[in-house]
């Protein structure tokens, strides 16, 4: 993570960093450089490995990683990890042509399933937080 970025918070208190152009640590992002979570090292080789994207930061157990094409980067801030308050801090949604083997693959990955529900399969990553596998619109 960049060192000394300037920390804000939106109107609900989510905290947001905005960081100083040249920072090498964004190199080759967009407008939007970087959606960071709250999550283990853990977490953040699991949607390495969901997505297929390669990890491009691996330091002190902060991991990111980015599309093969560029663009925003998704970063886990590593240990320790704030409390949960009940309402998710983030939620990804992933959509596929069989969500059924998708859920299967997902699980050999870390995954857990908790829900099927018609043709969507709800499941928890390795830090517990939830995603939907969706059927392809």
């Known amino acids: 993570m960049p060192e000394d970025p300037h920390v804000l918070a939106d109107t609900e208190g989510n905290e947001f960093?905005?960081?100083?152009?040249?920072?090498?640590y964004?190199?080759?992002?967009?407008?939007?450089?970087?959606f960071a979570c709250d999550g283990t090292r853990a977490v953040g080789l699991f949607?390495?490995?969901?997505?297929?994207?390669?990890?491009?930061?691996?330091?002190?157990?902060?991991?990111?990683?980015?599309?093969?094409?560029?663009?925003?980067?998704?970063a886990w801030g590593?240990?320790?990890?704030r409390p949960r308050d009940g309402r998710p801090r983030q939620r990804f949604e992933l959509h596929v042509?069989?969500?059924a083997a998708e859920a299967d693959r997902l699980r050999a990955l870390g995954a857990t399933?908790?829900?099927?529900?018609?043709?969507?399969?709800?499941?928890?990553?390795p830090d517990g937080n939830e995603f939907t596998v969706w059927g392809s619109l």
Do not use: K
């Open 113 to 125: 399933r908790l829900q099927d529900a018609g043709d969507a399969v709800l499941m928890t990553d």
């Open 97 to 99: 042509a069989d969500p």
């Open 78 to 81: 590593g240990p320790p990890l």
């Open 26 to 34: 964004l190199e080759g992002c967009g407008f939007l450089g970087e």
């Open 47 to 74: 949607w390495r490995d969901v997505l297929g994207w390669p990890l491009v930061w691996d330091r002190d157990e902060e991991t990111a990683i980015q599309s093969p094409a560029g663009g925003t980067m998704v």
């Open 17 to 24: 960093c905005v960081i100083e152009a040249g920072n090498a």
